[in-house]
Structure formats: C-alpha cells, structure tokens
C-alpha cells in the first residue's frame, strides 16, 4: 500500500522560502515517480515538480530556477524534498504529493496516489 507523509507548507512573504517533505518508502520509490502538485481556488490541479527514482528532474515553467525536488536516503524511508525560494504570491496554493506508477505513461492519472495536501500561502 503507497502512503505518502507530507510536512512543510505554511505561511511566507513575497521573496522568502519554504521547504516540503513527503515521507515514503523504498518500495514505493521503486515503483512510482514522486512528484508535488498545487491546485489553487478555482484552478485545475498542475504538476509542479517530479522526480525518478534515478533522480531525473521535471519541472513546471514556472518554478525552473526557483524550486528544487531531491530524494534523500535513509533506512526503511525516503523522503522527496522540495524546496521552494524565490516564493510569489502566485504560489499560494495546496501542495499535494503524488506518486505515479512508472509503467504508465505521464498523462494517465487513473493509477496514482495522493498525499492529504499542504497548504503554501505567499503574501505579497
């Protein structure tokens, strides 16, 4: 069963910076990619950054250069960072972690999972 722990988020002024964790396992990084979604009020869910198991990156236009994902390594755990600087109001939104089956073409979300979401708000 895929379980994905998330922490971080809060509160940030225009210009700062918070960091994201989400908390999952060996086998779940196995099998899936790790990546952060945010969905604002009234807007559709967007990728913001993913990460493979090997650490090959993907990034939303709009935090290239500003959001950095990575994989840290423990026993029994991995943790998929993401740190965030450079924050703009237009950041504000619920952050969710998503894991997506590596078999599966990038689109297709019928098979994916979904942390609970945190919320990131930037003020201006």
């Known amino acids: 069963q895929v379980q994905l722990w998330e922490s971080g988020g809060g509160l940030a002024q225009d210009g700062g910076s918070l960091n994201l964790s989400c908390l999952t396992d060996?086998?779940?990084?196995?099998?899936?990619?790790i990546g952060w979604y945010r969905q604002a009020p009234g807007s559709q869910r967007e990728l913001v950054a993913m990460i493979t198991r090997r650490g090959a990156t993907d990034y939303a236009d709009f935090v290239k250069g500003r959001f950095t994902i990575s994989i840290e390594n423990a026993p029994n755990r991995v943790t998929v960072n993401l740190q965030m600087s450079s924050l703009k109001p237009s950041d504000t939104a619920v952050y969710y972690c998503?894991?997506?089956?590596?078999?599966?073409?990038?689109?297709?979300?019928?098979?994916?999972?979904w942390g609970q979401g945190t919320q990131v708000t930037v003020s201006a």
């Open positions: 060996e086998m779940t990084i196995g099998i899936y990619d």
């Open positions: 998503n894991a997506h089956p590596i078999t599966v073409p990038r689109g297709d979300h019928a098979h994916d999972r």
